[in-house]
């Protein structure tokens, strides 16, 4: 009864999470849609901008470095990799095709919005268009994920994963202020995006995993090592 509570509570937990996601996401669309948002986003800019030093801004390119095109695209290949040896073969399939569609919509909303990069100040030019931000939306579902796939994999370390996690989330969303390249709100919203994108990823494979490919390989590999 315990751990149907803790369900329980862990499910009502991400369902109120889920909820709020959605409300920033739509709130935050509207306001940039009508230019309401510029004297929040520059007055956080501009104060990360004073207190940021040059061994700050090398830590963030390190960490920018990490999300997309690049560094996401590395990391997803990699963790597909390690689902598809390890017999998860439809997580590795579904974990892909969510990353992918993570990517696209971040374009495709790009493409609505076609809110222009901050120039507050002197920086390395960064192509495309500012919201939501692509690191912020895919490194928020496609990390998120890993975090979420891996604490479930070893139980024991769970905390340890999910606060190591979620803080490689926030510093790769954070070197994005620090660079300049993105407004505050793009990245709030991001991160709003790819968590309700992590859910759904997750969602679908915990399907998979209970119904479908996932407990029919975990039943094979459970009766080979009996007969082993």
């Not at 809110?115 to 931000?133: E, I, K, N, Q």
């Amino acid at each position: 009864m315990e751990s149907g509570s803790t369900n329980g509570a862990l499910r009502a937990t991400v369902l109120v999470a889920a909820a709020i996601c959605v409300v920033v996401a739509v709130w935050l669309s509207d306001e940039i849609a009508q230019h309401e948002t510029f004297a929040f986003d520059t007055t956080v800019l501009e104060t990360i901008h004073h207190a940021t030093t040059p061994l700050l801004l090398a830590v963030a390119w390190g960490f920018t470095d990490l999300g997309p095109p690049v560094g996401l695209t590395v990391v997803t290949a990699l963790g597909a990799v390690v689902m598809w040896r390890a017999g998860l073969r439809a997580g590795a399939v579904i974990f892909v095709l969510g990353a992918i569609f993570a990517g696209v919509l971040d374009l495709g909303l790009k493409e609505i919005f076609e809110r222009v990069r901050p120039g507050l100040w002197p920086r390395r030019h960064v192509a495309g268009d500012s919201f939501p931000s692509g690191h912020a939306l895919q490194g928020t579902a496609v990390y998120g994920t890993l975090t979420v796939l891996l604490a479930r994999a070893y139980p024991h370390r769970r905390t340890l994963i999910g606060v190591v996690g979620t803080c490689l989330v926030f510093a790769i969303v954070a070197s994005r202020a620090v660079l300049g390249v993105h407004w505050p709100t793009d990245l709030i919203a991001g991160m709003a995006i790819g968590f309700l994108c992590l859910l759904s990823i997750v969602a679908v494979i915990e399907r998979f995993e209970t119904h479908g490919l996932f407990a029919s390989v975990r039943s094979s590999r459970s009766h080979t090592g009996m007969r082993s």
